[in-house]
C-alpha cells in the first residue's frame, strides 16, 4: 500500500463511466462476510475542478484523509447532467470545485468534513436546448456526513442546489456522533 497518494490535474479530474479508486496503506485481517479490512493511506488531489459527464458514477476511498485542493488555473465547464462523485476516508477537507449539474455529491468521513472558504460544490439544474425547446432539469443532491466528527462550512464557501422553472436539490448533512457539532 501507500502512505500516500497524490493526483494532480491541471484542468479537472473527471469521469465517463463507472469507476472506482481505492487508496490504503494496509491490508488487515479477513472477514468470511465482509472481506480484507484495509486501513491507512492518504489521498491528496490537486485541481481546479472536479466533475463527472452525464450518467457517470465516481467513487474515490481512502483509508487516510482526503484532502482536494485547487491548483492555479481557472474553473472550467461541466455540461454532463446527472454524474455522481463519492469521496469516503477517514477525513475530507475541500477545497476546490466540484461541478455536477443536476447530480450527486456525497462527502462521507469517520472523522470531519470541512469545507473551506475555496470550496464551491454546485448541483445546480441547468437549462437543456432541444433545437427550438428549452427544458430545465432540476437541482441535485449533496450529502455531507460525519460519522465520528463535524461537518463544517466555512462562511466563503458555496453550495447551489438551484434549479430555474424546476425543483430545486436536496442537501442532507448528518453529524452522527453524539457531541458533533457541540
Known amino acids: 500500500g501507500f502512505a500516500n497518494v497524490n493526483l494532480n490535474a491541471s484542468q479537472r479530474i473527471t469521469a465517463n463511466h463507472k469507476g472506482s479508486l481505492s487508496v490504503y496503506q494496509?491490508?488487515?485481517a479477513?472477514?468470511?462476510i465482509k472481506?480484507?479490512?484495509y486501513n491507512g493511506g492518504n489521498l491528496n488531489i490537486l485541481t481546479p475542478l472536479m466533475s463527472g459527464e452525464a450518467g457517470s458514477v465516481n467513487r474515490i476511498?481512502?483509508?487516510g484523509a482526503i484532502n482536494v485542493r485547487a491548483s492555479a488555473g481557472p474553473v472550467g465547464e461541466a455540461k454532463g447532467i446527472g454524474g455522481e462523485l463519492s469521496l469516503q476516508g477517514d477525513s475530507i477537507r475541500l477545497a476546490s470545485a466540484v461541478v455536477?449539474?443536476?447530480g450527486k455529491l456525497t462527502l462521507g468521513?469517520?472523522?470531519d468534513v470541512v469545507l473551506t472558504d475555496a470550496a464551491l460544490i454546485d448541483v445546480a439544474?441547468?437549462?437543456i436546448a432541444f433545437n427550438d425547446l428549452t427544458k430545465y432539469s432540476a437541482g441535485g443532491e449533496v450529502l455531507l456526513e460525519s460519522r465520528a466528527g463535524n461537518v463544517l462550512q466555512a462562511v466563503g464557501s458555496t453550495i447551489d442546489l438551484?434549479?430555474?422553472h424546476n425543483q430545486g436539490g436536496r442537501l442532507r448533512v448528518v453529524a452522527g456522533e453524539g457531541a458533533a457539532g457541540t
Open 162 to 164: 438551484s434549479a430555474q
Open 35 to 37: 472481506g480484507f479490512a
Open 109 to 111: 468521513a469517520r472523522g
Open 125 to 127: 439544474g441547468r437549462a
Open 26 to 28: 494496509r491490508q488487515g
Open 30 to 32: 479477513y472477514d468470511a
Open 100 to 102: 455536477l449539474p443536476s
Open 61 to 63: 476511498t481512502a483509508g
